[in-house]
């Protein structure tokens, strides 16, 4: 997938722009609290229908104004255009594709595959496990609609569940009432841990290698699942029956206490826990490997290489690492990256500059 094109008005510091892409790299260079991110931020928001960095679309508002538009210009993999328009105010939004309104930010979905890298990413390796959960759910979100689908499902089922452990606890309903909710919960349970544990095998497959070349390093990385249930199996009957023999303690703490919503992924440096002993270029190479595998999957699974956006990636790698990852980038699809100076690194014909300045945007090519 390429972005041709991209409109903005009123988005973030941007008052009204427009731009014209390149199919390579697409350097995206200025000071701190230009508008860089924010560029990105508008190309994740036509793949996602929301901002990585804010759940409220008034955010993305730009002061004094009453709403934003993002408009992006799409050519798929196998020459098809694409149009994908975004008009929000402060309590609405409207989503077009190709001029047709969609009925659900979910039709967007897939669309537009997208990989994102921001510094805010090193919770994924670094963080919480809620934190890995959202970045395992929205990659398989974007290739498999039925994984949305069944996200969906899932969450309102805890929803339902967790109100009728309250209401049990202080004894406004019955403890036989929670049998139905968690057939119907083991049974999506099922669906989402065995998607979850194909991608995983994926990803382990392939993050040694990216990660190697990346830290010019033999290191290996490995990815483990690591379920609330300490199940061996992970069948819709056994996951019943362990939430079925541990009612009476999810009521005295009025809420579901196992399933994919308290999942854990490991990752594991040469058999270390990252989390616990990785350095700080550690976790950066990892992650960047873990995108580079992200991309390929959605290129595999979506039948079109994703866009890649990359924010300030050169902070923490060196000059020859810096020209490794750049080297193994040119061969993927369109990138976008973020840096605050021009890389002194050799260029394809197909990459641009582009100097951005208080929300005004200059192309050069590189010379």
């Known amino acids: 997938m390429i972005l041709n094109r991209l409109s903005l008005n009123n988005f973030r ?6 731009v014209q892409f390149e199919s390579g790299i697409n350097h995206i260079i200025g000071n701190n609290g230009q508008g860089k991110t924010n560029l990105l931020e508008s190309i994740y928001c036509l793949g996602l229908a929301k901002s990585f960095r804010s759940n409220s679309d008034s955010e993305l508002i730009r002061k004094s104004t009453t709403e934003y538009q993002v408009l992006g210009e799409f050519l798929s993999d196998n020459n098809v255009k694409h149009k994908i328009g975004i008009v929000a105010t402060r309590n609405k939004k409207n989503i077009h594709i190709d001029r047709k309104k969609v009925q659900k ?4 979905i897939g669309k537009i595959p997208v990989v994102l890298y921001n510094p805010d990413d090193h919770k994924i390796t670094a963080g919480s496990p809620a934190e890995r959960r959202r970045w395992l759910d929205i990659m398989l979100s974007q290739s498999d609609h039925q994984y949305l689908k069944d996200l969906q499902v899932y969450k309102r089922i805890l929803k339902q569940r967790n109100v009728l452990l309250d209401s049990i606890s202080r004894k406004e309903a019955k403890k036989e009432e929670l049998f139905y909710w968690n057939s119907q919960f083991a049974d999506i349970a099922e669906r989402i841990i065995k998607r979850r544990l194909e991608i995983l095998e994926y990803i382990r497959h392939e993050i040694s290698e990216y990660y190697q070349l990346i830290s010019s390093s033999d290191s290996h990385v490995h990815i483990n699942y690591a379920s609330t249930t300490g199940l061996d199996t992970l069948s819709k009957h056994d996951i019943e029956k362990y939430i079925n023999n541990a009612i009476d303690k999810e009521i005295a703490q009025k809420t579901s206490l196992y399933g994919p919503h308290r999942d854990d992924i490991l990752f594991l440096l040469n058999e270390k826990e990252v989390r616990r002993y990785a350095s700080r270029g550690e976790h950066k190479s990892i992650l960047l490997a873990l995108k580079i595998t992200e991309f390929n999957f959605l290129s595999q699974s979506t039948g ?10 050169y902070s923490e790698l060196d000059a020859n690492r810096q020209k490794q990852l750049l080297t193994h980038l040119c061969q993927l699809g369109q990138t976008f990256i973020t840096t605050t100076y021009q890389p002194k690194i050799p260029f394809s014909e197909r990459d641009r500059a582009f100097f951005i300045n208080d929300g005004n945007i200059e192309m050069r090519n590189f010379t």
Request: charged share 20%; no cysteine; glycine share 0%.
């Open 13 to 18: 510091n941007y008052t009204a722009v427009t």
């Open 304 to 313: 079109s290489r994703p866009i890649l956006l990359l924010d300030d990636i």
């Open 105 to 108: 930010y979910s039709e967007l």
